[in-house]
């Protein structure tokens, strides 16, 4: 029989979304189709779960807390369209849960200890998915939808991909157990012509960890102490893109930030970073 009642474990980030208003407007933002197949990380107690299945052909689902599953979600086992994976969605790979459906959304209230890993993982995986809505806690949200004068790393690195985009905040009485800070929702939709290539998001992520090594400082010294060469070098390269040295680098626009990669590659000051490692 299943249980009840499945208190929140907190080695696992789980708060449980219970509000049905904000349920429905996280299914309106994924825009789902009857032909639609949708993967859910985290389904927890099922509350979205239930709500994609209405709306979607298929939901996958990837669970790592075996007492929910045989708790809450065992009852929706009886559904077709529904498929549970028990594992961590960071090792599962995407490829053998979508052999023969390579297209799909990601709709997921993500924990807030492994959220932004699990997110690069799968939209950097080489099966990704076309659309995503995700929740995040929303200081995380706000950096990957960040405007220029706010990025960051995970704001360039997804946005260089992705057009992103920053929904609505969702406060902590919206959850069971409530957390103690606000979530947000966004959505990211998978541009069919990115800036790069994905091979080389593994080493733009590295050239990003560099270039803000030093964010409060202006974008040479970041550089510099990042890559470990010259101030005067970066200088060079930069100057050759017309780009101002002295602005801190959240005032690089994302598509400076891959012209100064792609410079910085053909300089030859790229070679310590390892060659196709996934960001």
């Not at 369209?81 to 995407?94: K, M, P, S, W, Y």
């Not at 960040?146 to 406060?171: C, E, K, M, P, W």
Request: charged share 20%.
């Amino acid at each position: 029989m299943a249980r009840s009642f499945n208190p929140a474990k907190k080695s696992l980030g789980q708060h449980f979304l219970k509000d049905a208003t904000i349920l429905t407007k996280i299914i309106d933002v994924a825009d789902l189709s009857e032909t639609d197949q949708v993967l859910e990380i985290g389904p927890g107690r099922g509350a979205l779960t239930k709500r994609l299945l209405q709306k979607s052909a298929r939901v996958t689902a990837i669970e790592l807390d075996k007492d929910l599953i045989v708790g809450p979600l065992n009852e929706l086992f009886g559904d077709p369209n529904f498929q549970l994976i028990e594992g961590d969605a960071r090792e599962v790979n995407i490829e053998e849960v979508f052999p023969e459906s390579p297209r799909f959304k990601l709709v997921a209230n993500l924990p807030y200890n492994a959220g932004t890993n699990i997110l690069r993982k799968l939209l950097f995986s080489k099966m990704s998915p076309t659309f995503t809505v995700v929740m995040l806690q929303r200081e995380v949200a706000r950096n990957i939808t960040a405007d220029s004068g706010h990025l960051n790393i995970l704001g360039v690195l997804f946005q260089t991909y992705y057009t992103t985009r920053y929904h609505f905040n969702v406060q902590p009485r919206s959850f069971s157990p409530q957390p103690k800070v606000v979530s947000g929702v966004i959505s990211l939709k998978r541009n069919c012509t990115p800036l790069l290539p994905h091979s080389s998001a593994g080493d733009f992520f590295k050239f990003l960890t560099n270039g803000f090594s030093a964010p409060r400082k202006q974008l040479h010294n970041s550089l510099s102490l990042g890559l470990g060469i010259s101030i005067q070098r970066v200088k060079d390269i930069c100057y050759q893109l017309d780009l101002d040295t002295e602005l801190r680098p959240s005032y690089i626009e994302v598509n400076e930030w891959v012209s100064l990669y792609e410079a910085f590659c053909e300089s030859g000051h790229m070679g310590a970073l390892n060659k196709n490692t996934r960001p």
